[in-house]
């Protein structure tokens, strides 16, 4: 079950990947930075599955992974925010997702998952979230929010990152539950199901302008 779940998950993010690129010039610039994540998403999955026949710890992986994950994210929302954001911010971006994980490796060794890292993760983005989705819900100007993709995305990051975060934040006690196996599968489903939600957003993408700042 869990092998056919995963490999439904693989192929889920691949054709992500691929809606994505075929997508790429409908894109506005938010979402063409959101897609270097879907990519990156596909391209870590990719790695770690070459790099587990090889060796059994792929721990490593996660930790450089959730380096670009969080920076790619918090510069999405940057974009979204400010259209034009300057380029100080998106360093600044960059060098906080580099220092969270020096943090995450000096408290737990580098050879076990990063699940503090993803903690943060949470943390973070979930506000992020929270505040795009307040802020547009909020603009009289908007009437048809629905036809907006940035809004499904906002959406998805929401859910899917509260989710991880009380699945990693509770790991310890969930893995030494009995239930763990069947926890597991629901994570996995669950995770399938957000990227269903994000290839279908990316497959029926029109041309749309950044409604939080026009450009």
């Keep these: 079950m869990t092998n056919f779940l995963y490999i439904t998950y693989v192929i889920v993010i691949f054709c992500n990947a691929i809606i994505g690129a075929l997508q790429y010039g409908k894109m506005d610039k938010p979402l063409r930075v959101f897609y270097l994540l879907v990519a990156a998403i596909f391209i870590n999955e990719v790695v770690i599955y070459l790099a587990g026949r090889n060796t059994n710890n792929i721990a490593i992986i996660s930790h450089i992974y959730s380096i670009f994950e969080l920076a790619i994210i918090s510069i999405y929302f940057l ?12 360093v600044i971006a960059f060098l906080c ?17 990063n699940n503090y890292m993803i903690v943060v993760e949470s943390l973070l983005i979930c506000p992020m979230a929270l505040y795009v989705l307040y802020n547009v819900s909020n603009r009289e100007d908007i009437y048809e929010l629905s036809d907006y993709p940035h809004f499904y995305i906002w959406r998805s990051l929401l859910i899917w990152w509260s989710v991880t975060f009380f699945y990693w934040e509770f790991l310890i006690f969930i893995k030494k539950s009995n239930q763990y196996p069947v926890i597991f599968i629901y994570y996995l489903v669950f995770n399938i199901l957000v990227y269903i939600s994000i ?12 409604i939080i700042n026009p450009t």
């Design 79 to 90: 974009y979204t925010i400010l259209a034009k954001p300057k380029w100080y911010l998106i």
């Design 97 to 113: 997702s580099v220092i969270f994980e020096l943090v995450d490796i000096s408290v737990q060794k580098i050879e076990n998952y």
């Design 199 to 210: 290839g279908y957003t990316l497959l029926r993408l029109k041309k749309t302008p950044n």
